[in-house]
């Protein structure tokens, strides 16, 4: 029988799997900090994830090495984390070992003093010296000999680095006056890393950057600058086209390790995929190429098969890169010979054409096996097999459906992680919520509010506010948790009028106030103030940089933006001013890396646009407006459906500040009215005209006429 450790029992997937290691592993808390006190001890850590393939190599090359346990166990006390169950943790880990190395990543390796402060750190060992790097089993010895016999030395050492981290997290010099013209310098800044060759941003590796898509694509909405348009849609149609794109089953690995988006790490993550969804369908409104609805319907038929309790609501986290620890993408990729075992020569020949599919390939662990991605035009295919175009397209499509149900039967197939964090989760309802407005995918609705629901009755603590997993022991939700959970609220109110979901919002901004907000300084720490200790680095954070989910600060002021709009309430209007006022110093040379904070500063400056559309139900004008409304992309813009039924229900339908807004609302009339702020242009019959005044940069509210229905 084969001996396990203490993770046996654990909630987190990835802990589960390292409880056959033969490390006495801990999972993180106080009964791992008293034991390393006691036995004067350094400890150990590890943070990685389930989906992380270099998480797996360290794990079967070290972790697994019984020689290399014994060593650990000797002179450690070893604690491992999941960095998605840990975010917290794991954030202020990351800032130490890149003060030390200048990189992080995972999995993430620091030795730390018994009281949890790092003294030396960096990602990925192998188990003796390779590839430029000191060998894990060397390092384990000398950083114990050097804390039994330089104690006195890595104390210093750990000294000034949990320094330095409070330094980094605290942003010096980082609050400043607000000034809507740091938009126009972080739009220049991304513009300046643009690929013109592959699209995207930088060289390899590349990583998608959903938040700089999304401001290119406002800032392009609101000036009409046509290079800004043709970045985003460079960058998304070489993304589709690419192998980071699953080209057969939908959705989007991680990021790519070359410039040319053409070899991926492996791993899908559900926050990747959620706002590559958005990015593809905002440029849908805009652009209307038929490639972007392709891939957003890729997205969503790929998580609703994969990623996604659909019986109960709930999004999963993530797809894991391998089948198992020997290999690298392998599920995902084809060898010719596998290719041509499931088509016929026709099928096969186009899929070779257009995918480039050959006898040697694109990785390097096994030079057979080749990346899917799209190297030639379905036209260009034709001409060299000599068919028709639509025979061709036709041919592919058979082909590719054949190649993923043979794909289906490889085993195994790569882990996914079933557990549901709430924050992602959140995300992923606001962007189905986004389909069903923009595809009319009334089934994306559904399910996204099944989710919230879920949230709701499973996730909810009336005095913590949203956990941070559904099911399991409970785990207290961070600042992400609850703004991104906010935020889903607000998009189901907007799609239903239901006020159930605005009533939860309301509160769980509050709560977001009063637990995590710095009435002080302006901004949110990401931990609550009344918290449990974390133990080890307890360093205030205010998460601000995009990195790899939307900055939490900015999708607070975002937040509160929105619920100004609905409420007219200052104190709302207030919290975003302070919340961009506590970054503004520092915002312009992040750039790219925080876009979220330009999308929340132009929604600051220029306020929400509320689209406000009555009738009847069953009446065509009306059904013209909204379809009109929801074709336009302006970031923020909420569109409001109201009908006599609706309005009868109580108060118009309507949020409190529009009730202000709009005193007399006549919702039997099939119109459309555009408020900003406190004002109403005049009503719109035209739904061409609605689409006119959408993206026509908003007057100053000062200068507009107040609606008279």
Not at 427 to 441: C, N, P
Not at 497 to 510: S, T, V
Not at 528 to 543: C, H, T, Y
Not at 585 to 611: C, D, E, K, N
Request: glycine content about 8%.
């Amino acid at each position: 029988m084969t001996k396990t450790n203490r993770l046996e029992k654990s909630a987190s997937p990835y802990l589960r799997s390292a409880a056959d290691q033969p490390v006495d592993w801990h999972e993180w808390g106080e009964e791992a900090f008293a034991r390393a006190r006691g036995e004067e001890k350094p400890i150990l850590l590890d943070i990685g994830a389930v989906w992380c393939h270099w998480c797996h190599v360290i794990d079967r090359e070290s972790y697994e090495n019984s020689e290399i346990a014994a060593i650990i166990n000797q002179h450690y006390v070893a604690v491992k984390v999941d960095r998605d169950e840990r975010p917290d943790v794991d954030a202020r880990y990351q800032t130490a070992v890149s003060a030390i190395s200048g990189q992080g990543g995972w999995p993430l390796t620091a030795f730390l003093t018994p009281d949890g402060i790092p003294f030396f750190g960096g990602t990925y060992f192998p188990p003796d010296d390779a590839m430029g790097r000191p060998g894990f089993r060397r390092l384990l010895v000398a950083a114990a000999e050097a804390f039994r016999t330089r104690r006195e030395e890595v104390d210093k050492s750990a000294k000034t680095l949990q320094e330095a981290v409070s330094r980094s997290e605290a942003y010096q010099g980082a609050n400043g006056q607000f000034d809507a013209g740091v938009v126009d310098a972080m739009v220049q800044s991304i513009t300046g890393m643009f690929d013109p060759r592959n699209g995207g941003f930088g060289q390899s590796p590349k990583f998608p950057h959903a938040a700089g898509i999304d401001l290119l694509l406002e800032r392009y909405q609101a000036t009409q600058e046509a290079p800004l348009r043709e970045i985003v849609i460079k960058t998304l149609e070489k993304m589709a086209h690419g192998g980071v794109h699953d080209q057969l089953a939908g959705g989007f690995h991680r990021y790519s390790v070359d410039e040319r988006w053409l070899v991926p790490h492996f791993e899908k993550m559900s926050y990747d995929n959620s706002e590559l969804l958005r990015n593809y369908l905002h440029a849908w409104q805009v652009a209307r190429n038929p490639l972007f609805r392709e891939t957003a319907e890729g997205i969503m038929g790929w998580t609703n098969e994969v990623l996604s309790d659909q019986a109960n609501g709930g999004f999963y986290s993530s797809q894991d890169a391998d089948q198992t620890l020997d290999d690298d993408g392998d599920y995902f990729t084809w060898t010719l010979e596998e290719v041509r075992a499931v088509l016929n020569a026709d099928e096969a020949r186009a899929i070779e054409l257009y995918y480039d599919v050959e006898s040697h390939g694109e990785m390097h662990h096994n030079p057979a096996k080749n990346v899917l991605w799209v190297a030639r035009s379905v036209e260009d295919t034709a001409r060299l097999i000599g068919s028709p175009e639509d025979k061709t397209l036709n041919l592919i499509a058979t082909a590719r459906a054949k190649m993923l149900a043979a794909r289906r039967l490889r085993e195994p197939t790569p882990t996914i992680d079933t557990t549901i964090y709430t924050s992602w989760n959140a995300m992923f309802v606001s962007a189905y919520l986004d389909a069903y407005k923009t595809l009319d995918r009334s089934d994306c609705r559904d399910f996204a509010l099944k989710t919230l629901e879920r949230l709701l009755t499973e996730g909810w603590d009336e005095s913590l506010g949203f956990l941070h997993r559904i099911g399991g022991p409970r785990l207290r939700g961070s600042l992400d948790d609850q703004v991104f959970t906010g935020i889903a609220l607000l998009d189901a109110y907007e799609t239903t009028l239901d006020p159930h979901y605005f009533e939860r919002a309301e509160k769980c901004l509050r709560l977001i106030i009063e637990k995590y907000g710095d009435p002080d300084a302006g901004g949110f720490f990401d931990r609550a103030r009344d918290a449990d200790a974390m133990g080890g680095l307890e360093v205030r954070r205010k998460p601000f940089q995009d990195s790899p989910t939307p900055g939490t600060n900015s999708v607070a002021a975002v937040l509160c933006d929105r619920m100004y709009g609905y409420t007219g309430n200052r104190l709302y209007h207030d919290w975003a001013q302070k919340t961009l006022e506590a970054f503004a110093g520092i915002a312009p040379q992040y750039g790219l890396f925080a876009a979220s904070y330009g999308l929340a500063a132009t929604l600051h400056a220029r306020h929400v646009l509320q689209v406000v559309i009555t009738g009847p139900q069953s009446d065509a004008s009306a059904a013209e407006l909204e379809r009109a409304a929801r074709s336009t992309y302006r970031f923020g813009m909420t569109i409001l459906r109201v009908t006599p039924e609706s309005a009868a229900k109580g108060a118009e339908g309507l949020p409190p500040g529009l009730r202000e807004t709009i005193p007399h609302l006549d919702a039997s009339v099939a119109q459309a009215l555009v408020c900003v702020e406190t004002t109403c242009y005049p009503p719109i019959q035209d739904p061409r005209k609605l689409i006119a005044q959408l993206i026509a940069k908003p007057a100053s509210a000062s200068h507009t006429s107040p609606a008279t229905s």
